[in-house]
């Protein structure tokens, strides 16, 4: 039987609203193994699933989830922002892993906190990090898996080969256990040298089949894809599980 590359749904995955439970619900459905999401953190320290740190109040004015506590956030938006601890309950009742995509560094330590207190190691990584948000969710605590997220002006200024080498130094220095890397920038010899440092590669963000094909059979560990649909329809066509 071949082995396929880990379904990471994208939030917003099948045309469902973006950071929302029922996205996180449909990619489930859909046969995600992975399901990533937006992670920012109100004043009081409640990680919420949001893009972006600013968000419109239904008073017509602007303000930032950092500097607003979570009843304010709650009371002031019109629709409902979920928090970090109520997808982990349905990512963790699914058995299904969680890719915490952090927008800022300030939810290092509260992430931590929780992942310690619901004692989900096994089903959270990190991503969102380039080598200095690593360093420090690393020295933070070490038991978080990570990804590195690729600087892709390193991809621009040195040649393909020694900015991949470069990369996987920085994610070894890091204590990163992967890459997480846009598809753009994958080719074969990423692949191979990413495998001489025992680090495999998560993409993003895929979502045509036939590029998903292209991907999986290039041996990558995990493909994000906003068309979970898609990529599940060429596991079954490549493994033959579910046919």
């Known amino acids: 039987m071949k082995s ?23 990619g489930i459905s859909y046969g995600a193994d992975i399901i990533e999401d937006d992670i920012h953190v109100t004043r009081d ?22 500097g607003m506590t979570f009843n304010e956030l709650r009371d002031g938006v019109s629709t409902l922002i979920p928090t970090l601890e109520q997808a982990l309950e349905l ?8 890719n915490l995509d952090l927008k800022t560094d300030l939810c290092i330590a509260p992430v931590s906190d929780l992942v310690e207190r619901l004692g989900l190691h096994d089903q959270v990584f990190l991503t969102g990090c380039e080598y200095e948000s690593a360093r420090k969710a690393q020295e933070h605590n070490p038991r978080l898996f990570k990804l590195l997220n690729a600087d892709v002006r390193i ?37 191979e040298i990413a495998a001489d440092y025992s680090l495999p590669v998560y993409i993003w963000t895929v979502n045509e089949e036939g590029q998903i094909k292209r991907f999986a059979e290039m041996g ?13 329809r060429v596991k079954r066509e490549v493994t033959g599980i579910g046919l």
């Open 220 to 232: 990558v560990r995990s493909i994000t894809t906003k068309n979970v649909a898609a990529a599940a």
């Open 45 to 66: 320290g409640i990680l919420v699933l949001s893009h972006d740190d600013t968000v419109r109040l239904e008073n017509g004015t602007e303000s930032r989830i950092s």
């Open 4 to 26: 396929f590359p880990l379904i990471t749904a994208h939030t917003g995955c099948m045309d469902t609203p973006t950071n929302s439970l029922l996205s996180i619900e449909t």
């Open 155 to 191: 991809f621009k200024t040195l040649s393909y080969t020694d900015a991949i080498r470069k990369t996987c130094d920085h994610a070894r220095s890091a204590g990163c256990l992967g890459l997480n890397m846009p598809y753009q920038l994958v080719q074969p010899p990423l692949l």
């Open 91 to 98: 990512v963790r009742n699914a058995g299904k892993i969680m």
